[in-house]
Protein backbone atom coordinates (compact mmCIF):
# COMPACT_ATOMS: atom_id res chain seq x y z
CA UNK A 1 0.00 0.00 0.00
CA UNK A 2 1.38 3.54 -0.80
CA UNK A 3 1.93 5.96 1.68
CA UNK A 4 3.91 9.16 1.79
CA UNK A 5 8.11 7.71 1.17
CA UNK A 6 8.44 6.24 5.15
CA UNK A 7 11.89 5.03 6.33
CA UNK A 8 11.59 2.69 8.86
CA UNK A 9 13.61 2.19 11.74
CA UNK A 10 12.68 -0.61 13.50
CA UNK A 11 9.97 -3.55 13.04
CA UNK A 12 8.92 -6.08 14.96
CA UNK A 13 6.07 -9.07 14.08
CA UNK A 14 3.47 -10.45 16.32
CA UNK A 15 1.72 -13.39 15.22
CA UNK A 16 -2.27 -12.84 16.05
CA UNK A 17 -4.85 -15.81 17.18
CA UNK A 18 -5.99 -15.61 20.50
CA UNK A 19 -7.44 -12.77 23.11
CA UNK A 20 -3.94 -12.86 24.87
CA UNK A 21 -2.28 -12.28 22.01
CA UNK A 22 -4.43 -8.88 21.05
CA UNK A 23 -3.78 -8.17 24.70
CA UNK A 24 0.22 -8.41 24.10
CA UNK A 25 -0.49 -6.33 20.93
CA UNK A 26 -1.84 -3.80 22.81
CA UNK A 27 1.41 -3.53 25.41
CA UNK A 28 3.70 -3.62 22.42
CA UNK A 29 1.94 -0.80 20.62
CA UNK A 30 1.77 1.18 23.66
CA UNK A 31 5.77 0.76 24.16
CA UNK A 32 6.41 1.71 20.54
CA UNK A 33 4.31 4.63 21.23
CA UNK A 34 6.25 5.92 23.71
CA UNK A 35 9.33 5.34 22.04
CA UNK A 36 8.48 7.78 19.42
CA UNK A 37 7.43 10.46 21.65
CA UNK A 38 3.84 10.02 21.06
CA UNK A 39 1.49 12.41 23.66
CA UNK A 40 -0.26 9.88 26.04
CA UNK A 41 -3.93 11.11 24.31
CA UNK A 42 -2.20 9.96 20.95
CA UNK A 43 -0.58 6.94 22.71
CA UNK A 44 -3.90 5.89 24.06
CA UNK A 45 -5.43 6.33 20.46
CA UNK A 46 -3.29 4.23 18.59
CA UNK A 47 -3.27 1.34 20.94
CA UNK A 48 -6.77 1.48 21.10
CA UNK A 49 -6.96 1.60 17.33
CA UNK A 50 -4.75 -1.51 17.33
CA UNK A 51 -7.18 -2.81 19.93
CA UNK A 52 -10.13 -3.04 17.32
CA UNK A 53 -8.03 -4.38 14.39
CA UNK A 54 -6.25 -6.67 16.08
CA UNK A 55 -9.52 -8.14 16.97
CA UNK A 56 -11.19 -8.29 13.66
CA UNK A 57 -7.61 -10.48 12.73
CA UNK A 58 -8.40 -12.36 15.37
CA UNK A 59 -12.38 -13.03 15.51
CA UNK A 60 -12.92 -12.08 11.42
CA UNK A 61 -10.20 -13.09 9.62
CA UNK A 62 -9.43 -16.31 10.99
CA UNK A 63 -5.67 -15.25 12.87
CA UNK A 64 -3.27 -13.19 11.22
CA UNK A 65 -0.10 -11.21 11.71
CA UNK A 66 0.68 -7.36 13.10
CA UNK A 67 3.73 -5.43 12.13
CA UNK A 68 4.60 -2.81 14.09
CA UNK A 69 7.35 -0.11 13.09
CA UNK A 70 8.55 3.18 14.04
CA UNK A 71 8.76 5.06 10.64
CA UNK A 72 10.40 8.75 9.91
CA UNK A 73 9.21 11.04 6.88
CA UNK A 74 11.33 13.83 6.52
CA UNK A 75 11.79 15.27 10.54
CA UNK A 76 8.55 13.63 11.51
CA UNK A 77 8.57 9.97 13.12
CA UNK A 78 5.62 7.88 13.47
CA UNK A 79 4.25 4.89 14.41
CA UNK A 80 2.47 2.52 11.97
CA UNK A 81 0.87 -0.63 12.07
CA UNK A 82 0.16 -2.97 9.55
CA UNK A 83 -2.30 -5.83 9.92
CA UNK A 84 -2.47 -9.17 7.60
CA UNK A 85 -4.83 -12.16 7.55
CA UNK A 86 -6.07 -14.86 5.10
CA UNK A 87 -9.25 -14.95 5.99
CA UNK A 88 -12.84 -14.59 4.32
CA UNK A 89 -12.38 -10.78 3.33
CA UNK A 90 -14.82 -7.97 3.21
CA UNK A 91 -16.53 -8.09 0.30
CA UNK A 92 -17.90 -4.30 0.99
CA UNK A 93 -15.34 -2.08 2.30
CA UNK A 94 -17.07 1.22 1.67
CA UNK A 95 -19.82 -0.56 3.82
CA UNK A 96 -17.82 -1.65 6.73
CA UNK A 97 -16.28 1.52 7.26
CA UNK A 98 -19.76 3.44 7.01
CA UNK A 99 -21.40 1.36 9.65
CA UNK A 100 -21.46 3.35 13.03
CA UNK A 101 -21.52 1.25 16.05
CA UNK A 102 -24.46 -1.02 16.15
CA UNK A 103 -25.33 -2.65 19.11
CA UNK A 104 -24.70 -6.39 17.59
CA UNK A 105 -21.05 -5.81 16.95
CA UNK A 106 -19.81 -6.81 13.49
CA UNK A 107 -16.70 -5.03 11.58
CA UNK A 108 -18.18 -1.98 11.01
CA UNK A 109 -17.33 -0.76 14.89
CA UNK A 110 -13.87 -1.54 14.17
CA UNK A 111 -12.92 0.02 11.38
CA UNK A 112 -14.66 3.16 10.99
CA UNK A 113 -13.83 3.81 15.02
CA UNK A 114 -9.99 2.76 14.09
CA UNK A 115 -9.81 5.26 11.08
CA UNK A 116 -10.84 8.35 12.97
CA UNK A 117 -8.24 7.86 15.66
CA UNK A 118 -5.43 7.23 13.00
CA UNK A 119 -3.54 10.11 11.05
CA UNK A 120 -3.87 7.39 8.11
CA UNK A 121 -5.99 4.61 7.61
CA UNK A 122 -5.52 1.84 4.71
CA UNK A 123 -7.35 -1.29 3.86
CA UNK A 124 -7.38 -3.51 1.18
CA UNK A 125 -9.73 -6.89 1.03
CA UNK A 126 -10.10 -9.47 -1.42
CA UNK A 127 -13.46 -12.26 -1.06
CA UNK A 128 -11.60 -15.18 -0.19
CA UNK A 129 -8.13 -14.13 0.20
CA UNK A 130 -8.11 -12.30 3.04
CA UNK A 131 -7.25 -8.51 4.22
CA UNK A 132 -4.58 -5.57 5.16
CA UNK A 133 -5.25 -2.48 7.38
CA UNK A 134 -2.26 -0.18 7.56
CA UNK A 135 -2.54 2.95 10.45
CA UNK A 136 -0.41 5.66 11.28
CA UNK A 137 -0.28 8.58 13.71
CA UNK A 138 2.44 10.78 13.26
CA UNK A 139 4.44 12.66 16.19
CA UNK A 140 3.06 16.24 15.66
CA UNK A 141 6.20 17.67 16.22
CA UNK B 1 -9.66 -19.96 35.36
CA UNK B 2 -8.11 -16.38 36.13
CA UNK B 3 -11.19 -14.33 37.26
CA UNK B 4 -11.62 -10.82 38.28
CA UNK B 5 -12.37 -10.80 42.11
CA UNK B 6 -15.59 -8.64 43.01
CA UNK B 7 -15.83 -7.73 46.54
CA UNK B 8 -19.12 -7.34 48.57
CA UNK B 9 -19.79 -3.89 50.25
CA UNK B 10 -22.95 -3.90 52.09
CA UNK B 11 -25.52 -3.72 49.50
CA UNK B 12 -23.43 -3.22 47.31
CA UNK B 13 -20.51 -5.10 44.81
CA UNK B 14 -17.03 -3.48 43.61
CA UNK B 15 -14.98 -4.40 40.64
CA UNK B 16 -11.57 -2.83 40.04
CA UNK B 17 -9.96 -3.69 37.33
CA UNK B 18 -6.27 -3.17 37.01
CA UNK B 19 -5.58 -6.04 34.32
CA UNK B 20 -5.57 -5.37 30.74
CA UNK B 21 -8.29 -7.85 30.06
CA UNK B 22 -8.35 -10.15 27.36
CA UNK B 23 -12.01 -10.41 25.69
CA UNK B 24 -12.37 -14.05 26.84
CA UNK B 25 -12.00 -12.44 30.67
CA UNK B 26 -14.02 -9.72 30.45
CA UNK B 27 -17.18 -12.01 29.43
CA UNK B 28 -16.50 -14.03 32.50
CA UNK B 29 -16.58 -11.06 34.56
CA UNK B 30 -19.72 -10.02 32.62
CA UNK B 31 -21.17 -13.75 33.80
CA UNK B 32 -19.80 -13.32 37.43
CA UNK B 33 -21.28 -10.26 37.68
CA UNK B 34 -24.54 -10.88 36.90
CA UNK B 35 -24.61 -13.94 39.19
CA UNK B 36 -23.21 -11.92 41.95
CA UNK B 37 -26.04 -9.61 42.33
CA UNK B 38 -28.61 -12.09 42.46
CA UNK B 39 -26.64 -14.25 44.84
CA UNK B 40 -26.16 -11.18 46.94
CA UNK B 41 -29.18 -9.45 46.07
CA UNK B 42 -26.78 -6.65 45.70
CA UNK B 43 -29.03 -2.75 44.95
CA UNK B 44 -25.22 -1.41 42.89
CA UNK B 45 -22.38 -2.33 41.37
CA UNK B 46 -19.18 0.24 41.31
CA UNK B 47 -17.02 -0.82 38.73
CA UNK B 48 -13.28 0.97 39.07
CA UNK B 49 -11.54 2.00 36.04
CA UNK B 50 -8.93 3.63 37.15
CA UNK B 51 -5.99 1.73 36.52
CA UNK B 52 -7.51 0.95 32.53
CA UNK B 53 -5.15 3.09 30.12
CA UNK B 54 -6.80 1.48 27.13
CA UNK B 55 -10.72 1.18 26.83
CA UNK B 56 -11.64 0.02 23.02
CA UNK B 57 -14.99 -1.11 21.80
CA UNK B 58 -15.29 -4.65 23.23
CA UNK B 59 -14.56 -3.33 27.30
CA UNK B 60 -16.96 0.00 26.62
CA UNK B 61 -19.75 -2.51 25.49
CA UNK B 62 -19.13 -5.19 28.10
CA UNK B 63 -19.56 -1.75 30.60
CA UNK B 64 -22.83 -0.92 29.31
CA UNK B 65 -23.66 -4.71 29.04
CA UNK B 66 -23.03 -4.75 32.77
CA UNK B 67 -25.11 -1.63 33.57
CA UNK B 68 -27.96 -2.81 31.04
CA UNK B 69 -28.00 -6.39 33.08
CA UNK B 70 -27.96 -4.26 36.53
CA UNK B 71 -31.00 -2.32 35.73
CA UNK B 72 -32.81 -5.33 34.86
CA UNK B 73 -32.07 -6.92 38.02
CA UNK B 74 -32.88 -3.70 39.64
CA UNK B 75 -29.35 -2.78 40.77
CA UNK B 76 -27.38 0.78 39.39
CA UNK B 77 -24.00 0.43 38.03
CA UNK B 78 -21.81 3.71 38.90
CA UNK B 79 -18.21 3.53 36.79
CA UNK B 80 -15.50 5.45 38.15
CA UNK B 81 -12.01 6.61 37.39
CA UNK B 82 -11.94 6.91 33.86
CA UNK B 83 -8.34 8.50 32.65
CA UNK B 84 -8.70 11.66 30.82
CA UNK B 85 -7.08 10.47 27.78
CA UNK B 86 -9.13 6.78 27.64
CA UNK B 87 -12.46 9.55 27.70
CA UNK B 88 -11.22 10.93 24.91
CA UNK B 89 -10.58 7.97 23.22
CA UNK B 90 -13.85 7.13 23.75
CA UNK B 91 -15.83 9.97 22.71
CA UNK B 92 -13.65 9.64 19.39
CA UNK B 93 -15.04 6.15 18.93
CA UNK B 94 -17.96 7.14 19.42
CA UNK B 95 -19.17 5.09 21.67
CA UNK B 96 -21.01 7.51 24.44
CA UNK B 97 -21.91 5.03 27.14
CA UNK B 98 -25.25 6.30 27.48
CA UNK B 99 -26.91 4.92 30.20
CA UNK B 100 -23.50 4.31 32.36
CA UNK B 101 -23.45 6.87 35.37
CA UNK B 102 -20.35 7.78 35.87
CA UNK B 103 -18.36 9.20 39.38
CA UNK B 104 -14.51 10.69 39.76
CA UNK B 105 -13.53 7.74 42.21
CA UNK B 106 -14.64 5.36 44.68
CA UNK B 107 -15.75 7.60 47.25
CA UNK B 108 -18.01 9.52 44.86
CA UNK B 109 -19.12 7.04 43.24
CA UNK B 110 -20.20 5.23 46.49
CA UNK B 111 -21.73 8.18 47.43
CA UNK B 112 -23.88 8.37 44.46
CA UNK B 113 -24.76 4.86 45.21
CA UNK B 114 -26.10 5.51 48.22
CA UNK B 115 -28.07 8.61 47.43
CA UNK B 116 -29.99 6.07 44.53
CA UNK B 117 -31.00 3.80 46.96
CA UNK B 118 -32.62 6.65 49.86
CA UNK C 1 24.66 3.96 -14.22
CA UNK C 2 25.60 6.01 -17.32
CA UNK C 3 29.24 6.79 -18.07
CA UNK C 4 29.42 10.69 -16.52
CA UNK C 5 27.67 9.07 -12.96
CA UNK C 6 30.50 5.88 -13.60
CA UNK C 7 33.01 8.40 -13.56
CA UNK C 8 31.93 10.11 -10.99
CA UNK C 9 31.51 7.54 -8.29
CA UNK C 10 35.08 6.66 -9.63
CA UNK C 11 36.63 9.47 -8.50
CA UNK C 12 34.85 9.47 -4.83
CA UNK C 13 35.86 6.12 -4.56
CA UNK C 14 39.55 6.74 -5.42
CA UNK C 15 40.23 10.26 -3.58
CA UNK C 16 37.31 9.73 -0.95
CA UNK C 17 39.66 10.74 2.00
CA UNK C 18 41.45 13.90 0.18
CA UNK C 19 38.14 14.98 -1.37
CA UNK C 20 36.56 14.72 2.50
CA UNK C 21 39.82 16.84 3.78
CA UNK C 22 39.54 19.57 1.48
CA UNK C 23 35.79 19.57 1.86
CA UNK C 24 36.06 20.14 5.56
CA UNK C 25 38.36 22.63 5.30
CA UNK C 26 35.87 24.61 2.74
CA UNK C 27 33.36 24.24 5.15
CA UNK C 28 35.54 25.84 7.92
CA UNK C 29 36.19 28.41 5.38
CA UNK C 30 32.29 29.24 5.42
CA UNK C 31 31.67 32.07 8.25
CA UNK C 32 29.60 31.25 10.91
CA UNK C 33 28.90 30.63 14.40
CA UNK C 34 30.66 27.91 15.29
CA UNK C 35 33.08 26.09 18.22
CA UNK C 36 34.76 22.97 18.71
CA UNK C 37 32.14 20.46 19.27
CA UNK C 38 30.92 21.64 15.99
CA UNK C 39 33.99 20.09 14.78
CA UNK C 40 34.43 16.64 15.68
CA UNK C 41 30.07 16.52 14.20
CA UNK C 42 31.36 18.28 11.33
CA UNK C 43 33.75 16.03 10.95
CA UNK C 44 31.93 12.58 11.41
CA UNK C 45 28.66 14.02 9.22
CA UNK C 46 30.69 14.50 6.85
CA UNK C 47 32.36 11.30 6.17
CA UNK C 48 29.24 10.03 6.63
CA UNK C 49 27.47 11.53 4.22
CA UNK C 50 30.21 11.28 1.51
CA UNK C 51 29.48 7.35 2.52
CA UNK C 52 25.89 8.44 1.61
CA UNK C 53 26.43 9.75 -1.19
CA UNK C 54 29.00 6.50 -2.82
CA UNK C 55 26.18 4.38 -1.78
CA UNK C 56 23.23 6.21 -3.40
CA UNK C 57 25.37 6.59 -6.76
CA UNK C 58 26.51 3.15 -6.49
CA UNK C 59 22.85 1.98 -6.21
CA UNK C 60 22.84 3.41 -9.61
CA UNK C 61 20.38 6.53 -8.81
CA UNK C 62 22.18 9.59 -9.48
CA UNK C 63 19.45 11.94 -10.64
CA UNK C 64 16.81 10.92 -8.12
CA UNK C 65 17.54 12.03 -4.91
CA UNK C 66 13.84 11.30 -3.94
CA UNK C 67 14.40 7.63 -4.26
CA UNK C 68 15.10 5.07 -1.86
CA UNK C 69 19.09 5.19 -2.94
CA UNK C 70 19.71 8.44 -1.32
CA UNK C 71 17.36 8.13 2.01
CA UNK C 72 20.20 7.86 3.78
CA UNK C 73 21.99 10.84 2.80
CA UNK C 74 18.45 12.42 3.03
CA UNK C 75 18.28 11.61 6.33
CA UNK C 76 21.54 13.47 7.54
CA UNK C 77 20.63 16.58 5.58
CA UNK C 78 17.47 16.15 7.64
CA UNK C 79 19.07 15.59 10.69
CA UNK C 80 21.56 18.34 9.99
CA UNK C 81 19.18 20.79 8.99
CA UNK C 82 17.21 20.16 12.26
CA UNK C 83 20.07 20.65 14.11
CA UNK C 84 21.11 24.14 12.56
CA UNK C 85 17.44 25.45 12.79
CA UNK C 86 17.23 25.11 16.10
CA UNK C 87 20.91 26.81 16.87
CA UNK C 88 19.40 29.65 14.91
CA UNK C 89 21.88 29.26 11.76
CA UNK C 90 20.33 30.59 8.57
CA UNK C 91 19.86 28.47 5.86
CA UNK C 92 22.63 29.68 3.96
CA UNK C 93 24.77 28.64 6.31
CA UNK C 94 23.25 25.59 6.50
CA UNK C 95 23.11 24.54 2.40
CA UNK C 96 26.84 26.37 2.23
CA UNK C 97 26.91 22.75 3.96
CA UNK C 98 25.92 20.95 0.68
CA UNK C 99 27.05 23.42 -1.76
CA UNK C 100 31.10 23.73 -0.62
CA UNK C 101 31.87 20.12 -1.56
CA UNK C 102 31.15 21.08 -5.01
CA UNK C 103 34.57 22.98 -5.15
CA UNK C 104 36.59 19.65 -3.83
CA UNK C 105 34.86 16.86 -5.88
CA UNK C 106 35.44 18.97 -9.52
CA UNK C 107 39.08 19.51 -8.53
CA UNK C 108 39.53 15.87 -8.26
CA UNK C 109 37.64 14.85 -11.41
CA UNK C 110 39.46 17.06 -13.36
CA UNK C 111 42.69 15.62 -12.08
CA UNK C 112 41.12 11.97 -12.91
CA UNK C 113 39.43 12.90 -16.39
CA UNK C 114 40.15 14.00 -19.50
CA UNK C 115 38.20 16.62 -21.34
CA UNK C 116 36.22 14.91 -23.43
CA UNK C 117 35.04 13.02 -20.06
CA UNK C 118 34.95 15.77 -17.70
CA UNK C 119 32.56 18.10 -19.48
CA UNK C 120 29.77 15.02 -18.51
CA UNK C 121 30.73 14.34 -15.10
CA UNK C 122 30.89 17.79 -13.64
CA UNK C 123 27.38 18.33 -14.93
CA UNK C 124 26.53 15.68 -13.40
CA UNK C 125 28.04 16.36 -10.06
CA UNK C 126 26.19 19.48 -10.44
CA UNK C 127 22.73 18.71 -10.63
CA UNK C 128 23.27 16.14 -7.82
CA UNK C 129 24.87 18.45 -5.43
CA UNK C 130 22.91 21.17 -6.15
CA UNK C 131 19.32 18.68 -5.57
CA UNK C 132 20.94 18.16 -2.30
CA UNK C 133 21.52 21.73 -1.66
CA UNK C 134 18.04 22.27 -2.50
CA UNK C 135 16.58 19.59 -0.29
CA UNK C 136 18.86 20.58 2.37
CA UNK C 137 17.06 24.45 2.39
CA UNK C 138 13.38 22.15 2.38
CA UNK C 139 14.50 20.55 5.32
CA UNK C 140 15.68 23.23 7.07
CA UNK C 141 12.49 25.33 6.69
CA UNK C 142 10.44 22.57 7.55
CA UNK C 143 12.28 22.13 11.11
CA UNK C 144 11.69 26.03 11.84
CA UNK C 145 8.22 25.41 11.20
CA UNK C 146 7.98 22.23 14.00
CA UNK C 147 10.00 24.65 16.06
CA UNK C 148 7.07 27.36 15.78
CA UNK C 149 4.65 25.46 16.45
CA UNK C 150 5.97 23.76 18.88
CA UNK C 151 6.44 27.08 20.78
CA UNK C 152 3.06 28.31 19.79
CA UNK C 153 2.03 24.88 21.83
CA UNK C 154 3.74 25.74 24.67
CA UNK C 155 2.85 29.41 24.87
CA UNK C 156 -1.38 28.22 24.52
CA UNK C 157 -0.70 25.82 27.58
CA UNK C 158 0.42 28.90 29.30
CA UNK C 159 -1.79 31.37 28.56
CA UNK C 160 -5.21 29.43 28.65
CA UNK C 161 -4.94 28.31 32.36
CA UNK C 162 -7.81 26.46 34.26
CA UNK C 163 -9.27 28.18 37.43
CA UNK C 164 -10.10 26.75 40.49
CA UNK C 165 -13.17 28.82 41.75
CA UNK C 166 -13.91 26.72 44.25
CA UNK C 167 -14.10 23.52 45.92
CA UNK C 168 -15.15 21.33 43.25
CA UNK C 169 -15.67 23.64 40.24
CA UNK C 170 -13.57 24.89 37.75
CA UNK C 171 -13.53 27.43 35.18
CA UNK C 172 -11.67 27.78 31.95
CA UNK C 173 -12.51 31.39 30.34
CA UNK C 174 -11.30 31.08 27.01
CA UNK C 175 -10.25 34.21 25.03
CA UNK C 176 -9.52 35.43 21.62
CA UNK C 177 -10.31 32.71 18.40
CA UNK C 178 -9.98 29.05 18.67
CA UNK C 179 -8.56 26.98 16.20
CA UNK C 180 -9.12 23.08 16.62
CA UNK C 181 -5.64 22.64 17.50
CA UNK C 182 -5.64 25.31 20.44
CA UNK C 183 -9.27 23.80 21.61
CA UNK C 184 -7.43 20.23 21.69
CA UNK C 185 -4.72 21.37 23.47
CA UNK C 186 -7.27 23.21 26.45
CA UNK C 187 -9.73 20.57 26.56
CA UNK C 188 -6.80 18.10 27.49
CA UNK C 189 -5.64 20.38 29.79
CA UNK C 190 -9.20 21.09 31.59
CA UNK C 191 -9.68 17.08 31.55
CA UNK C 192 -6.52 16.92 33.35
CA UNK C 193 -7.33 19.07 35.84
CA UNK C 194 -10.54 18.25 36.54
CA UNK C 195 -8.83 14.59 37.63
CA UNK C 196 -5.81 16.33 39.77
CA UNK C 197 -8.67 18.71 41.70
CA UNK C 198 -11.22 16.37 42.02
CA UNK C 199 -13.69 19.11 40.42
CA UNK C 200 -17.10 17.34 39.64
CA UNK C 201 -18.21 21.07 37.93
CA UNK C 202 -15.93 22.20 35.03
CA UNK C 203 -18.14 25.96 33.22
CA UNK C 204 -16.04 26.57 30.12
CA UNK C 205 -16.66 30.22 29.34
CA UNK C 206 -16.67 31.39 25.37
CA UNK C 207 -17.55 34.98 26.53
CA UNK C 208 -14.06 36.27 24.66
CA UNK C 209 -14.75 34.01 21.69
CA UNK C 210 -15.67 35.88 18.75
CA UNK C 211 -16.97 33.08 16.45
CA UNK C 212 -16.80 29.53 16.67
CA UNK C 213 -16.97 26.87 13.74
CA UNK C 214 -17.59 23.39 13.20
CA UNK C 215 -14.72 22.13 14.26
CA UNK C 216 -14.08 24.17 17.25
CA UNK C 217 -18.17 23.53 18.46
CA UNK C 218 -17.34 19.70 17.78
CA UNK C 219 -13.86 20.04 20.02
CA UNK C 220 -16.44 21.76 23.01
CA UNK C 221 -18.73 18.69 22.33
CA UNK C 222 -16.05 16.19 22.84
CA UNK C 223 -14.89 17.96 25.82
CA UNK C 224 -18.13 17.55 27.52
CA UNK C 225 -18.52 14.21 26.72
CA UNK C 226 -15.16 12.98 28.01
CA UNK C 227 -16.35 15.30 31.15
CA UNK C 228 -19.36 13.48 31.67
CA UNK C 229 -17.25 9.73 31.35
CA UNK C 230 -14.90 10.80 33.78
CA UNK C 231 -18.07 12.06 35.86
CA UNK C 232 -17.96 15.83 36.12
CA UNK C 233 -20.17 17.78 34.24
CA UNK C 234 -19.82 21.21 31.92
CA UNK C 235 -21.58 24.14 31.96
CA UNK C 236 -21.32 26.39 28.80
CA UNK C 237 -21.28 30.05 29.66
CA UNK C 238 -21.26 33.33 27.58
CA UNK C 239 -22.30 32.11 24.45
CA UNK C 240 -22.81 34.92 22.34
CA UNK C 241 -26.40 35.68 20.21
CA UNK C 242 -23.99 35.49 16.93
CA UNK C 243 -22.42 31.98 18.52
CA UNK C 244 -25.59 30.77 19.27
CA UNK C 245 -26.69 31.05 15.85
CA UNK C 246 -23.82 29.78 14.66
CA UNK C 247 -24.70 26.71 16.65
CA UNK C 248 -28.30 26.10 15.83
CA UNK C 249 -26.98 26.63 11.82
CA UNK C 250 -24.43 23.91 12.49
CA UNK C 251 -26.72 21.82 13.64
CA UNK C 252 -24.92 21.16 16.55
CA UNK C 253 -27.41 19.34 19.39
CA UNK C 254 -26.93 21.58 22.69
CA UNK C 255 -29.90 20.19 24.58
CA UNK C 256 -27.55 17.90 26.42
CA UNK C 257 -25.69 20.27 27.90
CA UNK C 258 -25.97 22.98 30.44
CA UNK C 259 -25.79 26.66 28.79
CA UNK C 260 -25.61 30.18 31.02
CA UNK C 261 -25.72 33.45 30.17
CA UNK C 262 -23.16 34.75 32.06
CA UNK C 263 -20.03 32.87 34.31
CA UNK C 264 -21.53 33.88 37.43
CA UNK C 265 -24.81 32.71 36.55
CA UNK C 266 -22.89 29.44 35.54
CA UNK C 267 -21.02 29.87 39.15
CA UNK C 268 -24.52 30.08 41.16
CA UNK C 269 -25.94 27.01 39.47
CA UNK C 270 -22.39 25.33 40.23
CA UNK C 271 -22.63 26.22 43.50
CA UNK C 272 -26.58 24.97 43.45
CA UNK C 273 -25.81 21.41 42.21
CA UNK C 274 -22.99 21.18 45.05
CA UNK C 275 -25.13 21.75 47.87
CA UNK C 276 -23.89 25.27 48.51
CA UNK C 277 -25.38 28.88 48.25
CA UNK C 278 -23.91 32.44 48.49
CA UNK C 279 -25.86 34.60 51.18
CA UNK C 280 -25.38 38.44 52.00
CA UNK C 281 -24.11 38.32 55.62
CA UNK C 282 -24.71 41.76 57.63
CA UNK C 283 -22.47 44.32 56.76
CA UNK C 284 -19.42 44.70 59.51
CA UNK C 285 -19.43 48.37 59.98
Same mark, same amino acid.
Given at each position: ????????????????????????????????????????????????????????????????????????????????????????????????????????????????????????????????????????????? | ?? %? #???? =????? $??????? !??? @????????????? %? #???? =????? $??????? !??? @??????????????????????????????????????????????????????????????? | ?????????????????????????????????????????????????????????????????????????????????????????????????????????????????????????????????????????????????????????????????????????????????????????????????????????????????????????????????????????????????????????????????????????????????????????????
Amino acid at each position: MATDAQRVERSDELALRSGEDVVRLRQAVRERAVAVGLSLVDQTKIVTAASEIGRNTVQYGGGGIARIAIVANGTRRGLRLEFSDHGPGIADIAQALQDGFTTGGGLGLGLSGAKRLCDEFHIESEVGKGTRVSLVRWKPY | ME %R #IPIL =RMGRF $LLVTIQV !DMH @DQLALTLQDDLTQ %R #IVAD =RARGV $LMDISSL !DVV @DSFIGRMISNIAAMSRVLDAQTVVVGMQPAVAITLVELGLDLAGVRTALNVERGMALLQQSEA | MNTATAALAETLRKHESEILADWLKEQAAVPSRRNAVHEAETRTLSRDFLNAVQEAINGGAADDIRGAAWSRARDLLSELSASRAVHGQSPSETAMFVFSLKQPLFTWLRRDLEADKLAEALWAATLVIDRLGLFTTEAFQKSREDVIQRQQRELLELSTPVVELWDGILALPLIGTLDSGRTQVVMESLLEKIVQSGSTIAIIDITGVPTVDTLVAQHLMKTVAAARLMGADCIISGIRPQIAQTIVHLGVDLSAVTTKASLADAFMLALRRLGSRIEAAPARV
